[in-house]
């Protein structure tokens, strides 16, 4: 593919909820380009975005996905991105780099909870937005229904540019608002009409209200507007532009992906109304203690950010990476302003679903893929030597659930490390945690779907296979009153034998407070030097597990007598004593089961909130106050047993019909009620 200067180039995210129809409306658009030659199916994994085997098995987009194309001169980079709740670590990708973000709307199913999920995330990034409605051909479709749904979920700017002709099975063209004509597909190609005089009148009120809608936006086109001169349709579509760009004016197009019907003028509109990076503000990075401005000037300095990493068995890392200033060309040398490694770009390619091309060059605002940079991963920033600007990072939820992974064979064992850093690279929305508690290697990610995917691309790409178990609670003991305990150890095995008495008193401490170790010893009823023994026993059993056999915590040990030998007290006999007094004082002291307790704040529509304050009843949580946030939503905070949200992910998910999202974190501990103690005790034997 040649090279395009900024002003030629769009980048464009298709997002929306999974279903809607993006991947299919990203063959179309490849189609009318004349890049494919035919149009692949979801179904049976043929099309350019979707080639992952985990993608064939579940019909699905799982992972974002170039597929760059040319439309009337210019270089339209396209993003197809997930629909899939598991997923939207790449819709936070996406709309870091896009400067225009296409939602694709069901016209039968509506507006869906990850549409307006990624609505919130283009929000809060300022990137302007597009609508196409999809799917106007099938049964039950409703452009009207939709625009409706729109207007109450996104409020002021929705914007229709079209109107269709016929809807359902009738559906067959478009009217274009801004020329008062209509564009008939029932030969496949556009075909220029009249608009069909059973909608004229509606697409009359409707245009007016258009012109209107973008006259008032610009006070040189509205006094000529009020004195009768209606602006031409090249100005109507600068002005729109211009509100596009600001993102406050977001136009309503439709069509149908499968027609294909109207796709070919959504490549028009990207082309004629969206931004290029030109339009778009200068991002913000530090300098050191400084905030500065990048602007995509080709000429400036080079400057790369990279929003994703690919991990290919075969080529190695593959960092996709926008262009943010100055131009990138082959055996560039730039450096990780978090790592500070220098890294070549050998080649600089673009991607083209799983395939790639070589490019001579790639100049401010474009998309490109490097590979094989050494130590670069999602969210870097490359820049010249000793120049350390850094672009902010891609943000991004914190994962929500969790699997314990055990590898299934040595050879897996030997392999899973680095199967799992790679893993991790190319899916920052995943974390990994050992916890040594619980002895597990924890795996958590967005959903099930999300770790059941992973765990299929370890075996793959990797040749790693895992098999999962579920997550221990990280019990703890501690007690609950006074006790004291003599712990004694003799051993005579011929020769020097082992002796050590050690007279402790334990105490219950505050929660979180600890362990607290008391010397007491008068008269030197035992010898200085072995009194860091006996609290290093201790602290061994404590940790090793109390009674129930959970690490016991809150706890003050006081040595307070002792006996020892002349010959036969050593380290070992004195570190055995502590370890027999402990545990024989903990029997004594009232033990406990402490349970984590987590604080979770749930996001929900407000119609769900009853159902969900009931269910975190049910699950022995405490609601700390509720609060009204955008968007019509509840946010409940509550304060639940760490136990009772192991798979709060998918409950959420179910009672709220997918709109609940929550965070996590650990708040304290808390005394396990006794019934439930002595069942996960028996758990753990």
Not at 362 to 370: C, L, Q, T, Y
Not at 661 to 678: G, I, K, M, N, V
Request: charge should be negative.
């Amino acid at each position: 593919m040649k090279v395009f200067p900024p002003e030629k180039i769009r980048n464009v995210a298709l997002v929306g909820h999974s279903g809607s129809g993006k991947t299919t409306l990203a063959e179309a658009l490849l189609f009318r380009a004349g890049t494919i030659d035919r149009l692949g199916r979801v179904e049976d994994g043929t099309t350019v975005t979707d080639f992952d085997p985990e993608e064939h098995a579940k019909g699905m987009s799982l992972s974002l996905a170039m597929a760059p194309f040319e439309w009337r001169g210019h270089k339209i980079n396209l993003i197809d991105v997930p629909g899939y709740a598991d997923f939207v670590g790449d819709v936070h990708s996406a709309l870091r780099v896009a400067d225009l973000a296409i939602f694709v709307v069901d016209a039968v199913e509506g507006v869906q909870v990850q549409t307006e999920y990624a609505w919130q995330v283009a929000k809060e990034h300022d990137v302007p937005r597009m609508i196409f409605i999809n799917k106007l051909d099938k049964e039950r479709a409703s452009f009207d229904r939709t625009l409706e749904q729109l207007r109450d979920r996104f409020g002021a700017g929705i914007a229709p540019i079209e109107l269709p002709v016929g809807e359902g099975p009738a559906f067959h063209g478009v009217a274009d608002l801004f020329r008062d004509k209509a564009y008939i597909y029932d030969s496949g190609a556009a075909e220029e009409a009249p608009i069909p005089e059973e909608m004229a009148e509606r697409e009359h009120e409707v245009h007016d209200n258009l012109v209107e809608g973008i006259v008032v936006a610009d006070d040189e086109l509205l006094e000529r507007y009020l004195e009768g001169d209606v602006p031409s349709v090249e100005e109507l579509e600068h002005a729109m532009a211009a509100g596009i760009a600001e993102a406050k004016v977001f136009p309503v197009v439709c069509g149908s992906a499968t027609g294909p019907i109207a796709v070919d003028r959504l490549a028009d509109f990207i082309v004629e109304l969206g931004p290029s990076p030109l339009d778009r503000p200068p991002v913000l990075a530090t300098a050191g203690d400084q905030t500065v401005e990048i602007a995509p000037d080709p000429a400036g300095q080079p400057l790369a950010f990279v929003f994703k990493t690919l991990a290919d068995p075969y080529v190695g890392q593959i960092s996709l990476l926008k262009v943010r200033s100055g131009t990138l060309k082959p055996e560039m040398t730039l450096t990780n302003t978090r790592s500070g490694a220098d890294e070549r770009f050998a080649k600089i390619a673009t991607m083209f679903g799983k395939e790639t091309e070589l490019v001579d060059a790639a100049p401010a605002g474009d998309i490109v893929a490097v590979a094989k940079l050494n130590d670069t991963r999602t969210g870097d920033t490359l820049a010249p030597k000793n120049q350390p600007v850094k672009l902010p990072p891609v943000e991004r939820p914190e994962p929500v659930l969790a699997v314990a992974l055990k590898a299934r064979t040595q050879a897996d064992e030997d392999k899973l490390a680095n199967a799992l850093r790679r893993i991790l690279e190319e899916d920052p929305a995943l974390a990994l945690e050992r916890n040594d508690e619980t002895h597990q290697t924890l795996l958590r990610g967005m959903g099930d779907t999300h770790l059941t995917i992973t765990l299929e691309k370890l075996a793959r790409k990797f040749g790693v296979n895992v098999d999962t178990e579920p997550v221990k609670v990280p019990y703890r003991e501690s007690i609950t009153r006074r006790a004291e305990a003599e712990g004694k150890y003799k051993k005579q095995t011929g020769g020097h034998g082992q002796f050590g008495v050690a007279q402790i008193i334990v105490e219950p401490l505050p929660r979180g407070a600890g362990f607290e170790f008391v010397d007491e010893i008068k008269g030197g009823a035992i010898p200085r030097q072995f009194i860091p023994a006996v609290e290093k026993g201790i602290a061994e059993t404590m940790a090793d597990g109390g009674v129930n056999g959970f690490p016991v915590v809150d706890v003050r040990v006081r040595l307070i007598d002792g006996k020892y030998h002349s010959v036969d007290s050593s380290e070992m006999s004195f570190k055995m004593a502590g370890r027999l007094g402990f545990k024989a004082a903990m029997e004594k002291a009232g033990p406990i089961v402490l349970e984590p307790v987590s604080k979770i704040e749930v996001v929900v529509p407000a119609d769900y909130q009853g159902d969900v304050m009931g269910d975190l009843s049910s699950r022995r949580g405490q609601v700390q106050g509720t609060e009204a946030v955008p968007g019509g939503r509840q946010k409940i905070t509550a304060l639940v047993p760490t136990a009772e949200i192991m798979s709060y992910a998918i409950d959420l998910r179910s009672i709220t019909q997918g709109w609940g999202r929550f965070t996590e974190t650990f708040d304290h501990y808390q005394e396990l009620p006794s019934h439930l103690a002595a069942k996960v005790a028996a758990d753990e034997d």
